[in-house]
């Protein structure tokens, strides 16, 4: 019998597995979840009562009839376009890849950004273009210009704001992309609850621009829901490829109530935003450390040199997981990542990165 290493891609072969860490007990910073539950009893119980009634022993609605008039009505999604679900955005970008995967096809994106991208392009065959992004992570216009033109990409995909960074940046230079692109440009609002800015009610204006959305980081990470709106061409295209019954039928109920409750969703993501600005001075204030503006639920931080990982590790030591992003991307280098957390959490990781910071002096 021949071993697998005969039949498996070698491009594949050469990939390493998309890595969560399992670290047990910890204040976790490290994944852009929202830190808050369900804060009342009474909505809990609702939620759970709704869900109990849901008939597991039958398939979903494959069209999740439902839950997308409730995402439309929420969105302000224009009337003219179309929505699209998926199990978490990560489906969606798969789908849209697979959608655009002509021989020769390439995907571009600036760089540094969300690491799917790039992967998703090699599990798919396609060449992924990566355009540096400037040195205070701006977009860099004559660079992404030049890319467009020289490569042609079959999809351009823009994290608005972006990860690992946290900027969004200028509306005018999301629509110059568009402008110049002669194929599909995704604008990833993954973060738009603390962004507070969308591109949605653009859709139809241009009929090359799609948005990507994700209930994941307004609270709802465990159900795996993400939607794509944008122009029925498009959108209808990328629906061949979906599996039937993606969205399950626990997943289309618990979003359909949660988004019936969206004030409760909506002060969380209110008081987050108020810790990210708290949590963003305070990192500020320690000696050699560099906070990013951030958008997002997120802050980007660099380090003196050379002691990303050794911080990385006292905190862990000390119980609280962020994101070391020092060897990423060389754009990355000495910079950590840190989820915006409760007020308490965040008050330990400022406490235990000043005295990780005293202590690699």
């Not at 355009?131 to 823009?158: K, N, R, S, Y």
């Not at 060897?327 to 007020?343: E, F, K, Q």
Request: hydrophobic share 50%.
């Amino acid at each position: 019998m021949s071993p697998a290493s005969d039949w498996i891609r070698p491009d594949i072969q050469a990939l390493a597995a998309y890595h969560v860490p399992e670290v047990g007990e910890v204040v976790k910073l490290d994944a852009m979840e929202n830190p808050y539950t369900w804060p009342d009893e009474d909505i809990r119980a609702e939620w759970a009562a709704r869900v109990a009634g849901v008939g597991v022993n039958r398939y979903p609605d494959p069209r999740a009839t439902e839950l997308v008039a409730s995402l439309r009505e929420h969105t302000g999604l224009p009337e003219d376009q179309a929505l699209l679900l998926g199990n978490g955005s990560d489906e969606l970008i798969q789908l849209v890849t697979l959608a655009l995967a002509r021989p020769g096809a390439k995907v571009l994106a600036p760089e540094p950004t969300f690491v799917m991208y790039r992967m998703i392009a090699t599990f798919c065959g396609l060449e992924f273009v990566g355009v540096p992004l400037t040195a205070d992570f701006g977009l860099d216009m004559p660079a992404m210009e030049a890319a467009i033109e020289a490569h042609d990409p079959a999809v351009i995909w823009l994290a608005w704001p972006n990860n690992p960074t946290g900027n969004a940046w200028p509306r005018a230079e999301v629509h110059r992309v568009a402008d110049v692109a002669r194929g599909l440009v995704v604008v990833d609002e993954a973060y738009q609850p603390f962004a507070q800015d969308s591109f949605i009610g653009e859709l139809g204006d241009r009929d090359n621009v799609v948005v990507l959305r994700t209930l994941s980081k307004l609270g709802l990470a465990g159900l795996r829901l993400g939607f794509l709106a944008g122009p029925t061409a498009w959108l209808g295209e990328i629906d061949k490829l979906r599996l039937p019954y993606n969205v399950n039928a626990l997943t289309q109920a618990g979003a359909a109530f949660a988004l019936e409750h969206f004030d409760r969703l909506d002060r969380q993501a209110t008081e987050i935003r108020r810790e990210r600005d708290a949590l963003a001075a305070a990192l500020a204030a320690l000696p050699g450390v560099t906070v990013y503006p951030s958008a997002a639920n997120f802050i980007l931080l660099r380090v003196p040199a050379g002691s990303a990982r050794r911080l990385f590790e006292g905190l862990l030591a000390e119980g609280i997981l962020i994101k070391c992003l020092d060897g990423a991307h060389p754009a990355l280098a000495d910079c950590l990542r840190v989820t915006v957390g409760t007020p308490t959490e965040n008050a330990l990781l400022a406490e235990a990165l000043k005295r990780q910071v005293s202590a690699v002096a």
